[in-house]
């Protein structure tokens, strides 16, 4: 793991951040808890661009960055004292805090009106080699966009996919580019006299006419003569190479938490897995310094979703994409021992015949096996509490958003376009009834007065998802004293089955009520503790699964 050359700056940011032990006591609540915004985003020096080898990757997080069996995987460290994940240059707080409309969740990042507002296009450099081209191009605004073609036999399938999970990931929360799907014509490139092409022979040269001509003939154009692309708006700042998913970037004095240890990116992998990101590794992620070299700072991104739902990007997805990753020994150790009599279901699965669609199932898909192409530290560090906070986000996808956001991808076949909602639906709810039965389904908790007495009221998720029909709900209230943690119970323990617990009355600073959702509860997995400030105008302040 990378050792942290922590500067001065970056241990002022710690204690003003993370710390629970400040000057004047030792405390578990603070006066601005729970924050809402971590200060991630001060000046620093322009950190130096590096580059992530590929191979190394796989190799390190196959083998060396895998947790241990005697490591004890310790809680989320960068959020709040409500377990939520705070603002920062990782993430933004979207779907996770309120239900975005239709209309946000199909504009997704993108800032601009019209894709096509500012053709002709002037084409700058151009990529040749492998299996699809790509063009780097400049509007007449003079915004610069990275396009990206489908791979020959399966028009749509990776400019749909990605502008699908493009829109996806950034409701979930995260930077990502502005993705646009537009439909390139032979007429809208004009060739730039600075233009450049490598060609077969290794020569950097000036791109022709003819050479257009020729890219063209490879790739998908349909009966209207347009070609489906994917133009990505090139991201502002200066780039610094990808971000990996342990450890700290040293050159960065705000990057403070270690990433194996960040809740948004342990919880990624459910999202991951619901849209078959299988491609979720370092190389497909991007600092990008933002603000003038010694005042700005790093921001983080994700990027390149064309490995997404049934795209390869280059290719329909394999099928053991999702299912096995690059290297495991142990499949490949049975295959061996039974001279190969014990085979993978995952290469018995079969798939409808959609080339827009790729290779997605809902049917054969278990969320809890679902594998990236090799380990991500982050995410194998996942824990119940981790899987809930990215549950509760997916549970707020009704079908109808799911649907429209599938249509931004303009699928020509609607029997396609539905399919991948279906499929996309039935892999959601299979998620959902995997993980909320993991921790304590109680949410959305909120103060609400009948009369002059104030009540703690929340939602139960398993019965708002129809998981669950009723729950009785055991509870117990504590006065607490924030400067020892010590807790002194105020009554018995009491039941009820509604979602909404009376608040003893008293003049007692920090309150705390255990919460056991007694129906649907294994053990101790169920049990909540909530944490409210004030008695007279009470404010929940923490929350603990």
Known sequence: ???????????????????????????????????????????????????????????????????????????????????EVPDSSWYTNRMSKRVMSIEELVRGPDQLSESDEYRPWTLISVKTQGVTPGFTVRNARGDVFFVKFDPPGNPQMSTSGEVIATK?????????????????????????????????????????????????????????????????????GIPLGPFRYYGTRPDDPNDIFPHEHRRELRGLRLFAAWLNHDDSRSINSLDMYQGEPGAGYVKHYLIDFGSCLGSGSIKVQSRRAGNEYMIEFMPIFKAGISLGIWDRAWRHVKYPDYPSIGRFEGDFFQPERWRPEYPNPAFERMQPVDAFWAVRIILRF??????????????????????????????????????????????????????????????????????????????????????TGTLTNLAETSATDQTRIPIPPGNREYLMVRIHSNRISEGDKHKIDVYLRNQANPQIVGIER
């Open 1 to 83: 793991m990378e050792l942290r050359r922590a500067s001065i700056g970056a241990l002022l940011i710690t204690v003003i951040f993370s710390a629970s032990f400040l000057a004047g006591g030792q405390v578990k609540f603070r006066a601005d808890d729970p924050l809402k915004d971590d200060p991630d985003r001060n000046p620093v020096p322009l950190p130096q661009e590096r580059e992530l080898s590929q191979i190394y990757d796989l190799v390190e997080n196959t083998w060396i960055m895998r947790p241990q069996k005697e490591e004890e995987v310790p809680e989320a460290q960068n959020i709040d004292t409500l377990g």
């Open 168 to 236: 996806f990931f950034h409701a979930f929360g995260y930077n990502v580019p502005e993705n646009y799907l537009t439909f390139l014509q032979y007429k809208d490139l004009e060739i730039s006299p600075d233009a450049r092409l490598t060609d077969e022979n290794g020569i950097v040269r000036p791109v022709g006419q003819k050479d257009l001509e020729k890219i063209f003939e490879r790739i998908y154009q349909g009966p209207d003569g347009k070609t489906p692309t994917v133009a990505s708006l090139r991201i502002s």
């Open 398 to 483: 009704t079908d109808e958003m799911v649907r429209a956001i599938v249509k931004t991808g303009e699928l020509s076949n609607p029997e396609a376009e539905d399919y991948l909602a279906r499929t996309l639906i039935k892999r959601r709810d299979k998620i959902i009834r995997h993980y909320l039965p993991q921790t304590s389904p109680l949410d959305e908790f909120g103060v609400v007065s009948d009369s002059d007495t104030p009540s703690l009221s929340f939602v139960n998720l398993m019965l708002s998802s129809g998981m669950a029909e009723s729950d009785l709900y055991e509870y117990e209230w504590f006065q607490y004293d924030n400067s």
